[in-house]
């Protein structure tokens, strides 16, 4: 097997002594030193996936943050190599849904010892051009001005500050929304927020959407929209507990292959926890079992 590390730096606190830990790690396993590559500002991971797979890597550990994970997986899909996560963000969503440890140590571990996972994809269509791949999830409206938490009050309380920022956006008014799925006929509803899945875990283990599974080839839409504080209450003790949206009047839920979403309005929206342009909705659809990813053992 030949791996490459392909780490953001500005995610590992020491990489000097951080990347002779992880050396020193898989070398306990018995295996060789693995390639070394740093995403930059300019290319934040594909363009070293793709140097990688030329070299004739076989597995790709990305050490990062949301955003290189989503980066590196994006140049694995479709190929013959499995992609390990070394978590190193605030979020690390992909690997929260995985059961991949936020241990780096234990995290290596799963890398080398663990099992290949075939996963579905989301392709999301932004408009004018653009488009991202997406592993967890797209959101716009009220969970997207989450993530517009300041850098320092992340690094300060971590996924804290994203509860704090949707705290302070909690009464901005519901979106008026316009849905279509699987091309059939045109839904109309209001919603303060509207998610598209392919998973369903969020920061601290918040089960949003336990409806929803990595490889069943479909996505989830989830639209909340809370009327009322106890409409509020109700919901978030419903996520916190890991129910589902049966039985909450404030979630309505969809699922299919390919939805498309859109406003009236400009608003924010994020692909995996990053913020992306404002804009009007999107359109994404599923790419069934298309990323393998390395799992621990014991996961199904």
């Not at 295996?31 to 930059?40: I, L, R």
């Not at 890398?111 to 999830?137: C, T």
Request: proline share 6%; aromatic share 4%.
């Amino acid at each position: 097997m030949s791996v490459a590390v392909i780490v953001n730096p500005t995610k590992v606190n020491g990489m000097r002594r951080a990347r002779e830990a992880v050396e020193a790690r898989i070398a306990m396993l018995g295996e060789p030193a693995p390639t070394w590559y740093e995403t930059t500002a300019q290319d934040p991971g594909p363009g070293q996936a793709r140097e990688a797979l030329r070299a004739g890597a076989t597995m790709l550990l990305a050490w990062g943050g949301d955003g290189t994970v989503m980066g590196v997986a994006a140049e694995v899909t479709n190929t013959a190599a499995a992609l390990g996560v070394l978590p190193g963000g605030t979020g690390n969503l992909l690997a929260r849904n995985l059961g991949i440890p936020l241990s780096v140590s234990d995290a290596i571990d799963t890398a080398y010892r663990g099992r290949d996972r075939r996963i579905d994809l989301l392709d999301v269509y932004l408009g004018h051009g653009e488009r991202q791949l997406s592993s967890v999830m797209c959101g716009m409206g009220w969970d997207a001005a989450m993530m517009a938490a300041p850098e320092l009050l992340k690094k300060t309380l971590g996924w804290g500050a994203y509860a704090i920022e949707g705290a302070r956006r909690i009464r901005q008014k519901p979106m008026r929304l316009r849905m279509s799925i699987d091309g059939g006929p045109e839904v109309h509803l209001y919603g303060r927020t509207v998610l598209i899945a392919n998973v369903g875990t969020l920061v601290a283990g918040l089960d949003l959407l336990p409806e929803s599974e990595p490889d069943d080839g479909l996505l989830e839409v989830l639209v909340i929209d809370p009327s009322s504080p106890l409409d509020w209450v109700r919901t978030s003790a419903g996520i916190v507990r890991g129910r589902g949206s049966e039985g909450d009047p404030s979630r309505t839920l969809f699922r299919g292959r390919d939805v498309i979403v859109s406003t009236g309005g400009t608003r924010k929206r994020q692909v995996d926890g990053d913020l992306v342009s404002d804009g009007h909705g999107f359109r994404a659809r599923v790419l069934p079992n298309v990323l393998t990813v390395r799992v621990p053992l014991d996961r199904s």
